[in-house]
């Protein structure tokens, strides 16, 4: 399952080609995907398997990781505004503002570094 780190990283680099053309729902989509393969990814690394959502909240939960539970309970506004970029991205006219697309993308970085 290798496949979703992998996939998880180049999501991450098309929300940076996306932040670096001005694209902000374009750069959250993308994060969204990021963190979302990113959890399927430590999810099967530690039980063999992931659950067919789309939930961050239910991803980081399903970890049972206090550590990871606790970055996305000091993350929360951040995430929760990740994970509905994922709906809001493919149904709804919405604009990012730049400043939560690099929040978002610089909280992506952070989470690549600490946990994958």
Known sequence: MEFLKRNALKFLE??????????????MFFVEQFFQLSLKYLLYKKYGDFPKTHSLKTLFELTKDTILISYYRQNLDLLREIELSYIASRYMEIEYSKKIAERALLLAEDFERRFL
């Open 14 to 27: 098309e929300a940076k080609e996306a932040f670096s053309k001005n694209d902000y729902g374009f750069t």
